[in-house]
């Protein structure tokens, strides 16, 4: 029994382009809401980290007056943080 009966074959003298198969994953991504609302959470994540990170240099150089070295101790609990996070989100979807 197969589990996806949409899934057509792929011919081997066509395989598909790259960019046409990468539109079939967002089509896909779009038509499923949990995977919709799960992309939207990682980009909103992705976006606080990226605005975010370039503040915890300010922090180290401009405020606390240390060389730029110092800003690896800042980032190792939010490292533990991510880590504990993963282990804490697997162990609970079981």
């Not at 079939?24 to 949990?34: F, L, Q, S, T, W």
Request: charged residues 15%; proline residues 6%.
């Amino acid at each position: 029994m197969d589990s996806d009966p949409k899934k057509t074959a792929v011919n081997p003298a066509n395989p598909g382009t790259l960019l046409h198969e990468m539109a079939d994953g967002i089509r896909h991504v779009i038509a499923k809401k949990e995977l919709l609302l799960l992309s939207l959470c990682f980009m909103l994540v992705g976006l606080g980290v990226g605005l975010i990170s370039p503040l915890s240099v300010f922090l180290v150089t401009e405020r606390l007056g240390l060389p730029v070295q110092y800003l690896q101790w800042i980032t190792v609990p939010y490292g533990f943080g991510e880590i504990v996070g993963g282990m804490t989100g697997n162990s609970c979807s079981k």
